[in-house]
């Protein structure tokens, strides 16, 4: 972690004092109300509830860019929160994550008022095929000229594995299982089925693609064969930024492995800088330098001119909070179901070992103390599992660049107590404060979003994707100096 | 068929003459060069290339509203026409429908520089699973606030099957038993999961939505299973409008339960005349009105100021003609090898049942003319299997409207020679012309595309889906009057 970052340094502005660690912001939303504070689309302020309109997405995209954020994160599921109670009815009663739309959908529009603002898009491993999937994501990074992330998942809930006519989920582990393999189809599609120079375009010769340029990718795996040829040419990322968020022990092994950008969530800087520091070994262990993945975590800052006006606005927002609304986020989140456990009760009570889990990121926070379900519920209400941050721009700029010195975090996925509102005051607020620290970019650099986060717009060598990349070009390489041999390779 | 019709009847304009019967048209479009014409991607003046740019698809869109067209029309294929000589290799250097990207993921894009344009978007329901595909449509029609179709395919290319994992398409047939398995899932999904008043977004209340008007669909079908909720919130026409272009007896008895619009391909006026009637009878004998469909017929019109300069780029389009793409495009259509056919070999040659099926379009045109494969080849290599109109305003018009009286149908699917020109042509010239003899729109309706073309938002009650809605909502009244009776019709 000790060599220069070419990225950061070139985001430090001199401002007199000694340049401090930039911090990146993304904003962190989904195709619903709500999201992470249920009950808050009843405040005035809310227009989450406009998240089916054009314009609601068009004038939040304009917003980020303002802010210079680096992207939009969007969230997804593909189920509904069924836990609680085992019916959904708290869920659509409390706006919990649905009603939804679909996240892909809404990037094209936003990259037409923007230039430079990225947009991380969730999809699952666990419910695409990997062949229309690879279209879509080089369609959308085509047209938004390489401005586009995937947030692997492999989804948690039951209901959407249901509804896509499984009887339940596959096994956490099997589930990253079928990842790798998902991964590796799409990395060979991306990155090794177009040579850089198949697409001549050449109208005299008549050859729009060179057929020897073009390569069926022949993936054959447990899960997923993909035979042919990626449909799509090539976009100027290949592979989209991958992020990921397990923190689970299969989870950092693939993070390790496949991870450009990791977010995590945590309530506690000391819970998070364990988390951190789970990636970063898994990175090592995966081969790759430490520091080659940006962290962010997850936050929401309630912010104003003073402190006094960011203190009244929080205990106006914590008048919102809905606690069956947030139990049923919970119980989708952990597969118990809170709905049968008194409010009152502590984790103790939850006696069993999906029990312990649901609520481990309580008492990892603070192992001092019992947390009640009525506390957890609370705490979720604004923000999710992640710290609330509430304060004038000094004051939050002040524990922002505090968490990033105690967590080795790189940055946040800001997430909204009332949208677009929070994003406008942490714009408004908080970016020029930071930027007076020297500790926030005050323009974007340019290039592809992979450019900008890490010096270089394809997948690092030192990456499986860059490896695999490689790997069969080498393979290729040798087999056109010896023709007799085939490229064994790309049959893996 | 005697009936008024109040959409038509709203379009026609007075001129001093007798109303024409006002003619529709949709651009017919792809993501990727070429499409309909290969070879033409050659002319200096063609611009398809410029596919994966997002400034290429919204200039078309705001020139596609210029000229009141009804919408845009994207084909798609999910596999390589691989089928010439065994291989990609033809598909590959004559640009034929490859590289290719996602249609689906322009239409946000282009909602954003247009408010009246249509967009019709091919997909297919041998490779999607309904629940996400429903998510998709619905999220599609909300930001685009109702201008959204769906073109229903089962497709035809075993490529497409390859990766997707399968060894080879199911049968024909088969295919559209599935496709009526997949529409009675997403009728479900679309038609009955939310009631109208569903979503309240109550604040005072704290409901979102009410848990009682929000229904779980069990579908339970030989191909799919849905049990669950719709996620997504309803859209204005909840199903997008409905496109099919099967002529088969199959394909035709699934237009006549589901389409609302029908795309066909013919060469001359006599085959495209009874390809209307027995489109019409299979939409009679569903129980629908003949005249409750629009009838859209491929044509590519090349025109200019005047005929002879209609004629000069006509005759320069064609020395850009390739035959071996063609070809390529043509064995991918019909799964014939035509590349191991001479091309001066006639239908006869090709002795086989697919052989025959493959050519029938071209018998059927004119039976008393024997087709070389070279003739096929050159026929198809401007504007695909459809007619080639060229003329200046006045001469194209008067063909137009010929075609119209002389078949029955309400407009074209447009292809182009050279993109965007030959819309661009189209707009300038032959709209004019056709306003000034009361046989075009002169503004766009208000309201949501199926209201534009047929006067109502949603599916109309003789329509497959409008049925299953009415009875769904029938056997609820039933349930909410007798609540001892379970609603049977739920889980059909």
Redesign the interface.
Known sequence: MSRPDPAQAASAVSTGQPAAKPIRFNAFAM?C??HQSP?L????ADRS?EY???DY??DLARLLERGLFDGLFLADV???Y?VHNG???AA????VQ?????P??????M???TKHLGFGVTASTS?E?P??FA??M???D????GRVGWNIVTSYLD?AA????QQKQTSHDERYDQADDFLAAVYKLWETS?DDDA?R?D?AA??????DK?HAVAHDGRW??????H???P?VQRTPVLFQAGTSPRGLSFAGNHAECVFLIAPTQAALARQVADVRAAVARAGRRPDSVRIYALATVITGATDAEADAKHADYRGYA?IDASLALLSGWTGVDFGRVPLDATIEYLDTDAGRTALASFSKADPSRVWTVREAAEFIAIGGRGPVIVGGPRKVADQLQDWVASTGIDGFNLAYAVAPGSWADVVEHVVPELQRRGAYATSYADGPLRQRLFGHARLAPDHAGGRLRDAVRAARRAAALHPESEPELESQ
């Open positions: 195709a109300a709500g009950g689309w009843r405040h005035p509830h089916v309109k054009l997405w068009l593909t189920g509904v069924d019916s959904p009815a659509l009663r409390g706006g649905v009603p939804l739309d679909d892909m959908l809404l990037v094209p529009a990259a037409t008022v419910y095929q062949a229309l279209r879509r080089t369609t959308l085509h047209i938004t000229e209901s249901r509804n896509v006519g177009w697409v375009h109208r008549g050859v729009y693609a060179d057929p073009v997923f064969r993909v035979p042919g040829i449909l799509s040419e976009s809905d």
